[in-house]
């Protein structure tokens, strides 16, 4: 559940095929994101999860892989 | 009671900058700054005074409006953070360039890039205890390029000089609707008497977006109006990426947001007013139309002011 709401997430925000997005995708080199771009991610996977993603997490975000990995720790609930 | 436009005005710099200029000696490019901001060219001062752009832009405002009695003028409030000097206040100066009547309450408002719309909410509270048909001249004026660090590529390129500037009333109908927030803080963004502009890009943008669809959901609820009643929303041009974010938070379509920063970059309290001139030229803000105007900035500071259906004033 976490993955397919990063990948739509990531999806929607880069405008990227959704094939594109695999875990080991780098958010800047593979995905053509920027800083805002990760900035604006950050917001976005805090408002759909919740929880609140520290500046210095955002920026080891480096991998979609990296996003699950966050998200899972501040959601150990919810299956990956 | 509620605001009322009866006009707009505005200057702007003499000189044009594109994105060119801060390639020919930075490492960076015109693209780099259009992915970065959707800033093409912003104007620049020659020579020109923030008292200059903001008399030019006070005179083109009550220009469009010729038999107008200045003497129902009784608030006059100048936002900026880019002064030429403490004292006098801009707003003072102003009183005498324009000829403006002496029994006038004028004074400088500094809330940064929120200034604009802090300073309209100032004006209607104001206004209120003034007789009715008075009149409040509102000018947003910065020259931002004299507080650039120019060898700063991150954030050389985002600044522009101008003013914009109103005529507001009230009139009779239903409440315009303000909510502020502010948050001290001095990592975010700063601007010294010395020192020149510094911003945390990141965090700004984070602040911008989420402080800012925040005060902008808490006006329209208290007004009870949806996202999708508002005609337009006139934000403070700082990036374009800013007001795309906010659209999409308010899942609205951009053509709710005009913008102008390709054009004039961001020029801090006088980008909403400097927008306003260009769509009362343009007709759009013309008959009924419910306007909510929001701003961000330092400080942190942050602003919404919802004018539901708010009927332009016929002069």
Known sequence: ?80 | MKLSLMTCGKAVGSRVIDNHHFASYLDTSDQWIRERSGILTRHWVEDESTLDLARSAAEACLGRLPGLDRSRIRVLICASVTTDEAVPALSARLQEDLGLDANLFAFDLNAACSGYVYSLQVARSLLGSYPQGSLALLVGAEVLSRHTDMEDRTNCFLFGDGAGASLWTLEQGAEDVFAAKTVGNRDMLTLGHVEPIRMDGRAVFRFAVGEMSEVIRQVLAEGRVRPEEVDLFLLHQANQRIIDAIARSLELDNDRFPTNLDRYGNTSSASIGILMDELYDQGLLDGTKTLCLAGFGGGMSCGALLLKGHQIHVA
């Open chain 1, 1 to 80: 559940m976490i993955t397919k709401q990063v990948v739509d997430i990531v999806v929607d925000l880069l405008g990227v095929e959704e094939a594109q997005v695999t875990p080991d995708a780098m958010l800047i080199e593979d995905l053509n994101a920027d800083s805002l771009d990760a900035v604006e991610l950050a917001m976005r996977l805090e408002e759909y999860f919740n929880i609140k993603v520290e500046d210095t997490e955002i920026e080891d975000m480096k991998t979609v892989a990296d996003i699950v990995r966050t998200i899972q720790h501040y959601c150990p609930d919810l299956e990956v």
